[in-house]
């Protein structure tokens, strides 16, 4: 499976491990887009990794060292490993409150193989499974990272203080415990295995309020220095008068201490995903977002973060992952829309202009990857099914031209 590197500008936020929200290397814009390319079909297989139980998120990294990508979700309460090509299901983990709302992947332990993290969304838990010599027949054993932040919704990997090893990221949404309204990073301990719990640095310190979802990591203002960005909901669950927002956080000299808030957009109900991107080629970091709560994707365009529509009436679309899908040099998106049931993706010109392609009407989902499931060098589209009780993936029908 091909690791992606995260959107930083022009430059890709350097990560190890295995990454599953990432886009494609270096993207340079219009001019290097394959001119004689065919466009993509229309039709994306649609194939079932699971189903039968509520799923919020899953994610994919060759876990059982055969070199094809495997899956694990959290189904029912329970943490299962669905292991290439048959998906054969194995438990990993089942206690008591082990719902995760969002997960990750990462080598945490630095042994060369990946292991898995998950959250639960309150009261705020975070573990790490640690995926032993034999995966398929010897226990993962469970450790803690943090349970002090409360009202995680999103788990992100990246290198945040750009030592070359990978950080986690997390938010701590809900207004309420000793960090509330903030957004959080944490360095893996030196000996991870045996420590109580991971280094953590609250970054957005009770400036974040209105239910944060989901994180994005990438370079902003050109400094070198991967910046943060979120989304929240707001609505009636969140206290009144906060939410309804894009934001991105600057990264100080001192990623410890805490990063200035710049607001992207507000009057965006539902506000869920934002990820940075250079959506029209000029070098300079973009976001694209979805209101995940609300209606529509969007995308605004830097340094005013004008707003310009990518689907506006899309009824929530609470998952998003930006790619190159068409392996034409631009990046592309795709959500999963679980008001509409509606899985798409927006094929993008280079500069910005959009069309939608629809890929289901008769799915759900919180939760999207891309990642080449196949191995055929292509990006496929990992779904976490939630209400349609299930985990399926849509294979990239992309065929790249003969050399």
Known sequence: MRQRALWAGHRPVGLTGV?????????????????????????????????????????????TGDGRPDVISNSGGAT??????????????????????HSAVMDVDGDGDPDFIGARYKPGWIFWLERPDDPLHDSWPM?????????????????VDRDGRPDLLANSAQPVG?????LAWFRVPARPRRAERWERYILADRDAP???????????????????????KGGPMAEPGTGNWFAWWEQPADPRKRWKKHL?????????????????????????????????????EAPSWREHIIHATLLYPHSLTVADLDADGDVDAATCAYGDHTAAWFENDGRGRFTPH??????????????????????????????????????????RPTP
């Open 178 to 182: 000793p960090f509330p309204d903030s």
């Open 143 to 159: 450790h803690l990272v943090d349970d002090r932040v409360n009202g995680i919704h999103g788990l992100l990997v990246g290198d």
């Open 358 to 399: 629809i890929l289901d009407t008769r799915q759900e989902a919180y939760d999207i990857r891309s990642v080449d499931l196949d191995g055929d060098d292509d990006l496929d589209l990992l779904v976490a099914g939630r209400g349609s009780k299930n985990v399926v993936w849509y294979e990239n029908p992309l065929r």
């Open 264 to 300: 992207i957009a507000d009057n965006q109900p539902g506000a869920t995903n934002i990820l940075p991107a250079d959506v029209d080629g000029d070098g300079r970091t973009d976001f694209v977002a979805t209101r995940g709560h609300g209606r529509g994707v969007v995308w605004f």
């Open 210 to 232: 209105g239910l944060t979802h989901y994180l994005g990591l990438g370079d902003v203002n050109g400094d070198g220095r991967p910046d943060v960005c979120t989304g929240a």
């Open 19 to 63: 990454l599953v929200a990432g886009l494609c290397g270096l993207i340079t814009g219009p001019a290097t887009r394959a001119a004689e390319r065919p466009p993509l079909p229309e039709v994306w297989s649609k194939h079932i990794v699971h189903e039968g139980l509520h799923t919020n998120t899953a994610v994919a990294a060759d876990f």
């Open 80 to 101: 299962r490993l669905f292991v290439a090509p048959d998906w054969k299901m194995i438990v990993l983990s089942h206690r008591p409150g082990e719902n995760c709302i």
